[in-house]
Every structure is written in C-alpha cells, then in structure tokens.
C-alpha cells in the first residue's frame, strides 16, 4: 500500500511539473524507502551530482526529515540553498529546524468518509468502486524559499 501511494504521489506530480514546462532529470527522482537514514544517503547522493537541484518534492515527511539532515550535512542552507517539501504533516514536522514544509492530508476526514462508504458496502447491494476527493492544505513552514518572478 505504501509503495502503490509513494507511485501516485510521484506521477501525480511530475504530471503538474510537465503541465508547467518543468522537467526533472531522470537522476533527480530517486526512490527512497520509508528510512529517514535511508533517505539521507539518498539525498547526499542526490546532492553531490554536478547538476543539483534548487528543491527536492518528497512523497512523506520522513523521507523530507532524512533530505534535510542530508543538506544540512553538507552545508547548504535551507531554504535558501535548497528547498525540501514533505507530504503528510506528520507529527514532529513543525519541530525540525527549520520547520518542514509540507501538504497537510486530512486523515481523519478520509477515515469517516471511507468508514460512512465501507458502512454502506457492507448493508446495500451496491458494491462498486467509489472516489472521493478532499481538501488538502499547504503548510509552509521554513524549508521552503519564497519564489519571485
């Protein structure tokens, strides 16, 4: 489930990157397990390519905590150096320093809204597939530069 989750995550945004005429290197999407040591290796090696880049997505929080120890390890300054971005939120995330931007996924609405359909599964004869969408929220803490045009 994590690995198909990390997939979408990691389609889902390289589709809006190449929507905004961004592309990324093939060098710069590498796969990191759910390790914030793990991470950090992957990260380190990821910074010392002779093309770098400016900002560095991460599917989680974790893996966005292990890039971070990573820049900070070599001496770049975040965000100034490099911006990092987790997904999730996850508890201690607002306590790095700097703080780690992230997207905020409302878990606890995404539970009642799959228990109220699993609910309805269970007790109707209507078994199909269903989708819901739900708000996410940006929260930007102090990994991320401000981008000016």
Avoid at 53 to 69: E, H, R, S, T, Y
Wanted: glycine share 10%.
């Amino acid at each position: 489930m994590q690995q198909s989750r990390a997939r979408q995550r990691k389609i889902g945004a390289l589709e809006v990157f190449q929507s905004a005429g961004i592309s990324v290197p093939e060098e710069w999407q590498p796969e990191a397990p759910y390790s914030i040591a793990q991470a950090k290796q992957m990260t380190l090696d990821l910074l010392t390519l002779d093309q770098r880049p400016k900002a560095i997505l991460c599917g989680n929080d974790v893996i966005a905590q292990g890039a971070l120890f990573a820049a900070q390890r070599i001496g770049l300054q975040v965000p100034q150096d490099l911006s990092i971005m987790g997904i999730g939120d996850f508890k201690g995330s607002a306590d790095t320093e700097p703080g780690l931007s992230t997207v905020r996924i409302p878990a606890g609405r995404i539970g009642q809204m799959a228990g109220s359909h699993f609910s309805s599964y269970v007790t109707s004869e209507d078994r199909g597939l269903f989708r819901f969408k739900c708000n996410l929220s940006l929260v930007q803490r102090g990994t991320t530069a401000s981008v000016t045009r």
